[in-house]
């Protein structure tokens, strides 16, 4: 049985949120939580699938791969959110692969419960399709920002993720993970990115320190990267919004 | 009340076809179809939603655009493909626009219907998850697409799609709408397009005449294409084995 830390944990994300305690405690029952290291792969696309996964902390890098090794990196996953779990849909194997990109602790869960409670729980099946559209609609995003976004763009529209709603400027940033991740986890290759962030800079004033990043002023971040997106900053947008994604943005007025 | 063969056309589609008849008839009871001609826009991004629909022949495309009128096509959807239907976990509202791209026969179905039902059907709740998750894997394809493989390797990727399972060499396939909208479906310029496609042309051998392309080897084309993704062909994409996708293929012997 999980501790009572770890079930509140998980009662608290947006997927298990709405539901009632028994379709929970179903679901849950089973549930382990353990720490992994960089480089741990979780699961391989196409293998067979008896879980599924909800990160506790950390990151983890879905990702496919062509049989020459060129990767192609799906999403990076932080804490509250789910892999593995379509699953269930796909024949019970995993449609992509999974891997820690540092440290993280993550929470085990058996498929086939989700199944179980999933044939006679509406609720548990509302939660479950209100999670693939937030899904949906963020793919739809990285779609579109693939069409209509130039690569500075596309990195002020992740870096404006990262700040905080009730931000006042400056906003100093520490990027959470490695820039060669994030250039892929936006489609591009290492060098592209680290171009487009220079021009970033001079565009908008960007400060960049190593992984810390200094916006003096959101409004003009914002002008700068929105006007190449359906949506008006600040963007309802599900990843910007989640409620369970960590904090990692410190908020300071500088001198 | 919809006709025989109205009915019999949607209990047929990848979506309906798993429904109990209670369930189906009570979505499907209210339901019309109409003739909509090229340019009619079916609805706009953010505009209370009280349908869904259902293509029955033509071509929708389904985009955003941002304030300036740039526009990113999400999807261009055939026969058999539902739209709008995620609106109802969308604050009932629709995720995008949508707009016929060629006279087209359209099926309306009330959003209200479908919401009732969900409510107590876990049948239509998985049928709906599925669908849900075969969406999530075309995406997720497109992305990687995206992230992997060059203009021509995308271009050559949609042709083979358009490919019936049991080809033989040669192929002549008609280009199912206009190359300006395969190339937004593709995420590229229209110029970048026809560079593109002429690469693909030197490459592989295409013939290319107007609209009506053949492929004299379809394993020297997907040789070609499918070194730059993570499946094989023939890949079990849920583009490609959609058995209500219309067939628009001729497949003959030259000379």
Chains 1, 2 share one sequence.
Do not use: W
């Amino acid at each position: 049985m999980p501790d009572e830390a770890l079930k509140k944990f998980i009662k608290n994300t947006d997927f298990f949120q709405g539901l009632d305690e028994k379709t929970c405690d179903s679901i849950i029952k089973n549930t382990t939580s353990s720490l992994f290291s960089k480089g741990k792969i979780l699961f391989i696309a196409d293998e067979p699938a008896q879980y599924f996964y909800l990160v506790r902390s950390g990151y983890v890098k879905l990702f496919r791969e062509t049989l020459d090794g060129a990767q192609a990196i799906l999403d990076i996953l932080s804490a509250g959110h789910l892999l593995g779990e379509t699953a269930i849909f796909q024949d019970n194997t995993y449609p992509y692969s999974a891997e820690i990109i540092e440290t993280s602790d993550i929470i085990t869960l058996p498929l086939a419960s989700l199944k179980a409670e999933l044939e006679h729980s509406p609720a548990l099946a509302h939660a479950f399709l209100k999670h693939m559209t937030k899904i949906r609609e963020k793919q739809e995003k990285d779609l579109e920002h693939r069409s209509l976004q130039n690569a500075p763009q596309r990195i002020g529209c992740f870096l404006l993720r990262l700040c905080p709603l009730d931000h006042k400027d400056p906003v100093t940033l520490h990027l959470p993970y490695d820039k060669t991740l994030i250039a892929g986890r936006l489609g591009m290759q290492p060098e592209t990115f680290s171009r487009a962030l220079k021009r970033l800079r001079t565009e908008t004033g960007l400060e960049i320190q190593g992984s810390t990043i200094t916006i003096p002023c959101i409004q003009t971040l914002s002008d700068y990267t929105c006007v190449a997106c359906s949506s008006s900053f600040p963007c309802k947008d599900p990843h910007s919004t989640d409620t369970t994604e960590p904090k990692r943005v410190c908020n300071h007025h500088q001198g």
